[in-house]
Structure formats: C-alpha cells, structure tokens
C-alpha cells in the first residue's frame, strides 16, 4: 500500500493526479517551481474525454458555471459561407461534449479544490536531487528541506526535469514546423458552439469559453521556427487574419493589448515505455507531450492521474500498479499524439484532407471508450 506521495509540478495533470491519490487515502504533497503558481495563457479546448474525466474528479459542475460546454461545431470558408454545420445534441453526457475554458479559470477551479482537499501545497521549490532505495525515495529540495515518500510522479510538462533524472537518453521535444497563436475576444451575438474555418493561409478555429468571450486558434506553417517579442504578437496575429470574410474582420478589428495574445512552437514527444523507473512515475506532458490538433493533451493528462490513482489502489506492489498504470495508457497517448502530428504535417504540405479527418475521426472515437 501506497501511503506517501510526491507530486512534481501543480499543473492539470499533477492537480488530478493530486485530488485523485488523495480521494484513495495518499498522503500527498504537491511542489511547483512557480511561487505565484499561476498559468498564462488564453483558452483551452476542452474536448469530451476532459469533461468526462474532470465530472470524475467531482469538478465539472464547477468548470459548466465557468466556461462554455455544449455540443455541435460548424465548418467554415474563409470567405465566411459555411460548409458545414454539425447541430448539438440534446442533453449530450460530458463524454459527448465540448467547450472552451479560460487557462486561469481551469487552474483556480483546480487549485482550490487541492487546498480545499488538505493537499500539501509548496511554492517556488524545486526538486534538487532525490534517492529512490526500492523501499521509498528520499527527496531534497531546493529549499533545504527534505522528504520521504512512497511514490514520486513527474507532471512538470514535456520538458520535465524529472524525466531527465530518470531518463537521460530520452531526446528532447521535437518541433513540428508549426506555430499555434491564441487570443481572446468578445463572443459573436448568436454563436453556440466550435466554428473552424478550412482553407485559408492559416488553420483558423473559434471556441467560447464564456457568455461574453470565445478564444481564437490559429496554426501557422512556420518552418524556420521564429520567435516573437511580447510587443509584436498583436499586429502578428492581426496580419494572419487578414484576408478572411464571415466574421473573422470583427475579431481581427477586437484585437487589442487585452487580448492575451501567444504565440508557442508546436512541440511534441513520446517517451518509449515504461514511463517509469523504480517508485518515480511520469505523467501528462512529460511522458506524451501531442500538439493540439485534438484537444486532447489536458484530457489525457487529467485521465493519467486518475488512472494513476486507481491502479495503486488496485495493487499492493508499487512496481506492479505502474506497470499496470502505463500498459493501460500507452497505446491511448501513443495515438493522439502520433496522429495528431500526423494531422499537422498533412495540413503544413497540401496533403489528403480525407486522411487526415479519417484519422481525427477515429481517434476521437477511441478516446470515447472508457479509459
């Protein structure tokens, strides 16, 4: 039996896997680098497989009063005529749904819980070195404390320095050659759901996540993997909008310093298996790192640590429940995150759209069945 547990990193999935350990009767304390532990950002896609897995975690009441949750998209030209139009279900289960949360918004309704929970919280602390005998792992931290514990889980994302201690051959992320800029913007009177818009110089997608705002996407073909200066992503973005009909000039017009406007390389990894060693495990971004032509990287991190959770409440053996743990969630995170690169390389060269939506179609499919 698991008694004591550390977890690396205060994001989605080292929240879940926190809230989860401590639902089974864990001990856990939770480090995070950041002694504001804030998230930046705009929005978030929430595809089903994270609704699901957050109404598991007793959250997703919370995330309906605080984001957009519905169903049904619509598929646009980029002169505006719509090519598509996929109606919502009537009282879909959250597997079934879709919607848009602020970055923010997700992590305070998460936070609070772990506080909420008990949950040993440190901030601005880092692991120095740790020590793992086959009987626990003494962990020092940069801050001259120490600790003693039955299970260490690295959820310090897809460059996680847990998975360099464990894992030194491991090659870094790989970049895909494509761009992902993201903005906030007022909501269009009348929109209910996902637009997204085929065919223009940039793949473009509209998401709520609020009564008032929606969050834009767009994917741009960036071999040379730029980087940009905080005062340039504005006019940038505004630029890449340029050309659109439909509705796109009234968001490119409500563009402005407020709009949390990023812009990040789309970057992706996946670590052979195991994603463990001894009692230290990975998690989400630091063991499946996918870009987000899914929407599916949260969702898959909030599963881990639920699945995590629930194979050590399954085993008496540590080594077997992680064992157990990444032969359940292999194969689920090795799809999504192949696939979804896959999907990116055929928009970045002009390839078969057919493919690519057969791809996307059948891996969200499999990612409705139970995890």
Request: proline share 6%; glycine share 12%.
């Amino acid at each position: 039996m698991i008694g004591s547990a550390l977890i690396v990193g205060g994001g989605v999935g080292g929240m879940s896997a926190a809230l989860a350990l401590h639902r089974a009767g864990v001990s856990v304390d939770l480090i995070d680098a950041d002694p504001d532990w804030k998230v930046y950002g705009a929005g978030i896609s929430m595809t089903g497989i994270a609704l699901r897995a957050l109404d598991d975690l007793g959250v997703l009441d919370e995330v309906r009063a605080r984001s957009h949750i519905g169903s049904g998209i619509r598929g646009l030209a980029p002169d505006g005529t719509v090519i598509f139009a996929v109606p919502p279900l009537e009282n879909p289960e959250p597997v079934q749904s879709s919607g848009g949360i602020m970055r923010p918004v997700l992590h305070d309704i998460l936070s609070a819980r772990v506080r909420a929970a008990g949950i040993s919280v440190h901030l601005g602390c880092r692991v120095a070195a740790f020590d793992d005998d086959g009987e626990g792992v003494t962990v020092r931290f940069d801050d001259g404390r120490q600790g003693r514990y039955d299970l260490v889980v690295g959820a310090d994302g897809i460059y996680s320095a847990t998975g360099r201690a464990l894992f030194p051959e491991t090659p870094p992320p790989v970049f895909t050659g494509q761009g992902c800029w993201r903005a906030v913007v007022p909501r269009r009177e009348g929109m209910t759901g996902t637009e997204m818009v085929f065919g223009g110089k940039v793949k473009l997608g509209f998401n709520p996540v609020s009564a008032t705002d929606m969050y834009l996407f767009a994917l741009e073909h960036v071999p040379d993997n730029p980087r940009y200066a905080d005062h340039e992503l504005v006019d940038r973005l505004k630029a890449l909008l340029e050309g659109f009909g439909g509705d796109v000039p009234r968001v490119r017009d409500a563009i402005g310093p407020g709009s949390m406007v990023n812009y990040r390389p789309l970057e992706w990894h996946m670590r052979p298996a195991p994603w463990h060693k001894g009692r230290v495990v990975l998690i989400g971004d630091a063991a499946h790192a996918t870009t987000p032509h899914m929407a599916s990287g949260a969702g898959l991190a909030i599963e881990d640590g639920i699945v995590l959770a629930r194979e050590i409440a399954r085993h008496d053996s540590v080594a077997e429940a992680l064992d157990a743990f990444v032969a359940h969630r292999f194969e689920r995170a090795r799809a999504v995150v192949e696939n979804s690169v896959r999907i990116g390389e055929i928009e970045m060269t002009g390839g078969d759209q057919v493919e690519a939506n057969r791809m996307l179609g059948s891996t969200l499919a499999m990612l409705q069945q139970p995890y």
